[in-house]
């Protein structure tokens, strides 16, 4: 009674035939690792280009804007809601605002008092001439007031809850600004620290700290608006909308459409033609490893036609080269996926500036793809081995 | 008396006009060691392909130990020669990334079981227990030979079956080779082999000239 194991000898013909013709098959194997290279690279750039381009869009501007419902306006607390209710890994920026009139050289203007750090987030293509701080002056309004940088300017205006006196028409200028600068008035010089340009209404408003307007208009914190800039796409944002009015109903959110739909429209295409160069990729894969098996079994034409001889059946010489197609699979679609996972951090680093998180359940689902394209390219190559006579093949010379 | 293990009645075997054996009939018993000689064309590779069931005759019929073989389908004759019949080649056919007893073992795994000891008390018979491991590029031509025979008898087939069996070996090698049938022959395994070099054909017991496809000698060199 013969002691062994079939299977152990199995494996053992497959891998010695992978192992010790290494160098005959490593044009399948590369042919495999370059295809599984660029398919779990693409796969990956495919899963994270929603991210990434996100990202590039947020750099268009808020897609959020979020008012208070009737005449309320927004408290810290609502804001600090808010904040936790979308969750700061999504926030890119959330500057809220609240526009006061104020008078310089007795002409209305509108100052916006913001987070200045949350609106260069939300803002990065706003123009700033100088830089960003305390305070930014509208193009327009530094045009029309003649101010440049570094220029002082005075802001005056009626505090929080005090009535404005109007201007006494039979009173001199003078004595005109004497009166605003009585009790119920607030004055204060500001530096002009940048310019903004936008080529929209930015260029007319004043931005300062919104704590410091707070102070200066004698008032707690009260936004009129908050611009929210998010990590989302049209469905999640109008998710998030949705959530908003319902966990916080004294804010109502209005998703920035225009911005929204062009970024689905824009990562729509992109992952259209990932999916097509994957598909091609495949494709290509599928055709080298169906050559390369094509003349592995011409090649071993002697080999298969002994082992018929020794009395091997076509379904388990068969099942020899199909196991040398998975093993192939598996060393290529392996390697590939860490090859993969460079080639889509180099291109995300070169095209979006960051990088990628690896993602784990490639591995396994790109060997078992390659394993199936390579067991499916093998499929006619292998059944040839029916066609092989040993008679034929085994004739002396 | 010495059983029948093989018979050819009236066998033909014809590829389009050309009749390679024409109404060839043989008997070979069971210990029996039979050289098949004759020029090239004359029909012997034909007549080892029906014997080893690697063929099927196109008239006639070829019964091995009791079993008329020539109706058997392809698969059917994959099993009988798995079974019944142990094959030597000209140029040995190892297969290279395999060693030595692994070879060896290759013949058992399609039969039935792996066996490494099996495998190697085979190879130690023909003397290359210490060449075991080593890879068939690795082996001379006699060593490889050495190795195919080993592969042949591990099945205990009932037909060692040898096709220039010596074709490529040097006289040194080739008279191990045949001090190995030669042994075999006295351990009662029967033996056919084709051969051009009448020193191998001269050895065994009974020896046939096939010549044109037809028998034209059948001698009983034992006497």
Known sequence: ?397 | MSKKILELKDVSKIYGSLKALADINLSVNAGDWLSIMGPSGSGKTTMINLIGCMDTPSTGSVILDGVDISKENAASLTRIRRDKIGLIFQQFHLISYLTAVENVMVAQYYHSMPDEEEAMEALEKVGLKERARHLPAQLSGGEQQRVCIARALINSPQILLGDEPTGNLDEENEGIVVDIFRRLHSEGVTIIVVTHDPEVGDVAQRKIILEHGKIVDDINQSL
């Open chain 1, 1 to 397: 009674m013969r002691k062994g194991n079939r299977k152990t000898f199995y494996l053992k013909m497959v891998s010695g035939s992978l192992i010790r013709r290494a160098s005959r098959l490593i044009i399948a194997v590369l042919a495999i690792a370059i295809g599984a290279t660029i398919l779990s690279g693409l796969v990956t750039i495919y899963y994270d280009i929603p991210e990434q381009l996100g990202r590039e869009f947020r750099s268009y501007g808020a897609n959020l804007i979020v008012l208070p419902r009737g005449d309320a306006k927004i408290t810290r607390e609502t804001l600090s809601k808010l904040k936790n209710l979308i969750g700061s890994n999504k926030i890119v920026g959330m500057a809220p605002y609240r526009y006061q009139t104020v008078k310089i050289n007795e002409q209305p203007y509108i100052i916006a008092g913001t987070d200045l750090e949350q609106a260069e987030k939300n803002s990065p293509f706003w123009y700033i001439e100088g830089e960003w701080g305390n305070s930014l002056v509208g193009h327009e309004i530094a045009e029309t007031l003649n101010l440049k940088l570094g220029d002082s300017f005075m802001i005056q205006g009626v505090k929080y809850g005090e009535q404005a006196e109007a201007s006494g028409q039979n009173l001199s200028a003078a004595e005109n600004q004497k009166r605003d600068l009585a009790r119920q008035n607030f004055h204060k010089s500001l530096k002009v620290k940048g310019i903004v340009s936008t080529g929209g209404a930015e260029e007319g408003f004043i931005f300062t700290d919104i704590d410091e307007l707070d102070e200066l208009i004698g008032d707690t914190f009260r936004a009129d608006v908050i611009e929210c800039s998010i990590i989302a796409d049209a469905k999640e944002l109008s998710d998030i909308s949705k959530k908003i009015e319902k966990e916080i109903p004294e804010l109502q959110p209005r998703a920035v459409r225009r911005l929204t739909q062009s970024q689905d429209i824009v990562l729509g295409k992109l992952q259209a033609l990932v999916l097509l160069v994957t598909v091609v990729v495949l494709i290509i894969t599928m055709i080298s490893v169906y050559t390369t098996m094509m003349a592995m079994v011409a090649e071993r034409r002697r080999e298969i036609a002994l082992k018929k001889a020794l009395g091997a059946e076509n379904k388990l010489v068969m099942s020899e080269l199909f196991g040398e197609g998975v093993l192939l699979g598996i060393i290529g679609g392996a390697s590939g996926v860490f090859l993969g996972f460079e080639f889509a951090m180099r291109v995300s680093l070169n095209v979006f500036g960051r990088g990628i998180n690896f993602q784990w359940a490639l591995i396994p689902i790109t060997i078992f793809i390659f394993v199936a394209i390579t067991v499916a390219a093998s499929i006619i190559p292998v059944r040839k081995v029916m066609d092989i006579h040993p008679a034929i093949v085994l004739k002396g010379e």
